[in-house]
């Protein structure tokens, strides 16, 4: 059984691979994300390294190894699953369950997961839209424009939110900006630096900054007419 802090390094790491197209992550930005010294970030990434889970390049940074990347899919899976388990099932506010799942994800069998799966009905996406890798480590991981830079007058749903903050998820909360919502995006004022958009269930406006418009993932919806059966 790997540590709990082996588990976060390699977490941390299949992250900012997601992010940055499976480039190597340097270990100074592992070390800001796990809020370590960075001389502690590489003694750490050294020891992964000498255990066959990260490739190490000095000076350039880190990458998993496929069973880095396996390990790391199963926490991240651990994570999720728990995240919307609490929410579903113990209903928790999707604000309030980052930090436990942070805890749990170390600790919950395969058995006790296995259960929680089959009870939520085998999920695909986690509360914040986040997908769940499944028992083999399969992800989808589909691109999606974000709102700051979708096509503008069109029926948007939110699908995904790239931020686990509790402030802002409440504030996304009170202005029906959840994952399901329908969303138009009616302006852009890069003067100001703000997205403006249109709540189609509330039929208000909210004005955005261009950094949470960021966060926040769409896809567009089809226009009425256009659907095709199978
Ligand atoms: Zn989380």
């Known amino acids: 059984m790997p540590t709990s802090t082996v588990e976060d390094y390699l977490k941390q790491i299949l992250l900012a691979q997601q992010r940055a197209a499976g480039k190597l992550v ?28 990260v ?6 940074g880190a990458r998993l190894t496929d069973s880095g990347r ?9 994570h999720r ?7 579903k099932v113990m ?3 999707w604000s309030e369950v980052h930090g436990e799942a942070e805890q749990l994800e170390h600790v919950i069998s395969d058995r006790l997961l296995v259960r929680m799966d089959e009870m939520l009905g085998f999920p695909a996406v986690d509360p914040h839209g986040d997908p769940i890798p499944d028992a083999s480590g399969v992800v989808a991981d589909k691109q999606l424009p974000t709102l700051l830079a979708c096509a503008l007058d069109a ?12 402030a802002f998820l409440r504030f996304l ?4 900006l959840t994952p399901g919502s329908t969303v138009v995006v009616r302006g852009r004022e890069p ?15 909210v004005s955005l900054s261009f950094a949470a418009a960021a966060k926040i993932m769409v896809a567009a919806l089809r226009e009425e007419g256009s659907q095709q059966e199978p």
């Open 26 to 53: 340097p270990t100074g930005q592992i070390a800001a994300e796990l809020k370590v010294a960075p001389g502690t970030a590489t003694a750490m990434v050294k020891t992964l390294a000498d255990s066959g889970l």
């Open 55 to 60: 490739e190490h390049q000095p000076y350039s």
């Open 70 to 78: 396996q390990l790391a899919l199963h926490v991240l899976r651990r």
């Open 81 to 87: 699953l728990v995240e919307l388990f609490l929410v």
């Open 91 to 93: 209903g928790m506010d």
């Open 155 to 166: 029926s948007m749903q939110i699908e995904r939110v790239a931020d686990q903050d509790a």
């Open 173 to 176: 909360d009170s202005q029906g």
């Open 191 to 205: 003067a100001a630096e703000t997205v403006t958009i249109e709540v189609e269930e509330r039929g208000g406006q």
